[in-house]
Nanobody, 121 residues
Framework: QVRLAESGGGLVQAGGSLRLSCAASGSVTRFNGMTWWRQAPGKQRELVANSHHGGHMVIADSVKDRFTASRDDAKNTLYLQMDSLVPEDSGRYYC???????????????WGQGTQVTVSS
């Protein structure tokens, strides 16, 4: 079993910064892809950042000049540094990881509870 826990959200003024964390716990100790998603009320879930185990990082065009994702594999944790926040960044931020089970089956972790980010204008 593996669980994810997101943290670091909050209320911030436009132009401010937040650093989100997503930590995995449980029996899985090595993850391949780690992904941040976000969802605003009434909108579809949007991919924010995806990290591959080799370090390759993909950031959504809408935030790539302001957001930076990083990972600490020793801690099984994914981070999202968000700078120059704008109200459109408000939403609930989720993470999901994938891993290999039994040497050949790719599994995806359950979604965490998410962490709320609210950016005031």
């Amino acid at each position: 079993q593996v669980r994810l826990a997101e943290s670091g959200g909050g209320l911030v003024q436009a132009g401010g910064s937040l650093r989100l964390s997503c930590a995995a716990s449980g029996s899985v100790t090595r993850f391949n892809g780690m992904t941040w998603w976000r969802q605003a009320p009434g909108k579809q879930r949007e991919l924010v950042a995806n990290s591959h185990h080799g370090g390759h990082m993909v950031i959504a065009d809408s935030v790539k000049d302001r957001f930076t994702a990083s990972r600490d594999d020793a801690k099984n944790t994914l981070y999202l540094q968000m700078d120059s926040l704008v109200p459109e960044d408000s939403g609930r931020y989720y993470c999901v990881f994938d891993y290999v089970e039994n040497g050949n089956t790719i599994r995806t972790t359950p979604w965490g509870q998410g962490t709320q980010v609210t950016v005031s204008s």
